[in-house]
């Protein structure tokens, strides 16, 4: 496999797939980017003629079952990512799948089995992006105990797409394609697990929804919304006792925000992911200091390279395993219990 033509298959080709993969795809060599599905035909064809796609399939289960594909590449939404992962790597081929990983803990867990059961095949998740070039810097400053006991987690992040009742629908707010995955809170939760390396031992949820039904543009008929607006977590981590602190919105009004906290007895870490800025202060002092990467820390995205070196190579998936996405699919399971129990409080389920 270190000298084999890697040919990649697409399944799905929304707009990451065609900003991030397909690009990142194109730029290694020995790779091939063999073959793509999309939701319609003439939607493949399009990618495929503008994004150097040598052909199309008429559907997914083509891409999977295509003895010449050696890895494919799945950019849907959630609501296929079980059902196409399984099948990929049953039929023996690697699997680099658009996060979240699924659509519940269920399907995560499916998900999971099916990597197990096939060793010999990379299955790895496309990780959260907003840190990959700090991430080395924290783990060492909290591992460190620069910041000395971790006493809170906080995290938020705000915008305002969802405040006007008049928006159309977006497939984020509907259940039957985005499951229990809410807002951002998924995907700023790998972030910090990938920091702490620790999962909350409980946590308790409240959200809602403020427009109860949308429509999908161009369509004149109402679609219900079960996926909250706003959300707020409370909990606490297991091995630190910190607590977790967080709150999402799709209806802030005002400038939107996309930041995390970590609050120690020492000093305190605060990361604006809008403007890419690391800042420390330590306790007591009111003035942070910005920290500066060293250029060898700069890594950038480097996803598609990461997966085709694991094959080649045999490198274990670092960003991010289904190991890892199974822990962030906990914690969304957890805060949808919880949701659907008026808040009532959860434990880490097992």
Known sequence: MTTHKLRIGFIGAGANTRKMHIPGFHKLENVELSVVANRTLASAEAVAKMDGIQRVAGNWREVVEDPAIDAVCIGTWPYLHAEATIAALENGKHVLCE??????????????????????????????????????????MIFAGQLGQLLEVRVVHTAGHYACPGLPMSWRQDISLSGKNVLTMGIMH???????????????????????????????????????????????????????????????????????????????????????????????????????????????????????????????VELTSFEQGLRYMTFTEMVAQSLSADAQRVNWIG
């Open 99 to 140: 996060a979240r990983m699924a659509c519940d803990l269920t399907e995560a867990r499916a998900m999971h089995a099916a990597a197990q059961a096939h060793p010999e095949l990379v299955a790895q998740i496309v990780p959260a992006p907003f840190s990959l070039d700090f991430d080395a810097t924290i783990r060492e």
């Open 190 to 316: 790998e972030t910090v697990q990938r920091w702490v390396e620790d999962d909350p031992s409980w946590l308790l949820a409240d959200g809602a929804v403020f427009h109860k039904t949308r429509q999908y543009a161009g369509s004149d008929l109402p679609t219900e919304v079960k996926i909250p607006d706003s959300i707020s977590i409370l909990g606490r981590f297991a091995k630190s006792g910190a607590r977790m602190v967080y709150h999402f919105s799709g209806v802030e009004s005002g400038k939107p925000r996309m930041e995390f906290r970590l609050n120690g007895s020492k000093g305190a870490l605060r990361f604006d992911a809008f403007q890419t800025l690391l800042l420390f202060a330590k306790a007591g002092e009111t003035e942070e200091k910005k920290i500066t990467l060293p250029r060898s820390q700069s890594r950038g995205w480097q996803v598609e390279a990461d997966f085709a070196r694991s094959i080649r190579q045999g490198a274990p």
